[in-house]
Nanobody
């Protein structure tokens, strides 16, 4: 059973930083994609940033230059470094991994709350 466990959320003031972690129960290179999604109250869940098994990354425009995804394959962990946080970044952040197959299969973590407020 593949599991993804997030940690690192919390309350931070505007302009502050947080680093989220997503620990996988299997090799993160087993996933074609791993990424971070978020869901704010009353809004749909959206992709924030992801990384392919080959190391290519993509992110939404609203976080470019502020959020960075990275990984440590020895720890089977993916990170989301969030800098210059804004109140509109407030959301539950979810880790997602996609494995190839027919059909492809998505795995989600339980989510971690990030609140940006003064």
């Amino acid at each position: 059973q593949v599991q993804l466990v997030e940690s690192g959320g919390g309350l931070v003031q505007p302009g502050g930083s947080l680093r989220l972690s997503c620990a996988a129960s299997t090799s993160i290179l087993s996933f074609n994609y791993m990424g971070w999604h978020r869901q704010a109250p009353g809004k749909e869940r959206e992709l924030v940033v992801d990384i392919t098994s080959g190391g290519f990354t993509r992110s939404v425009d609203s976080v470019k230059g502020r959020f960075t995804i990275s990984r440590d394959t020895t720890k089977n962990t993916v990170y989301l470094q969030m800098n210059s946080l804004k109140p509109e970044d407030t959301a539950v952040y979810y880790c997602k991994g996609t494995m190839s197959g027919n059909p492809a299969r998505d795995y989600w973590g339980q989510g971690t709350q990030v609140t940006v407020s003064s």
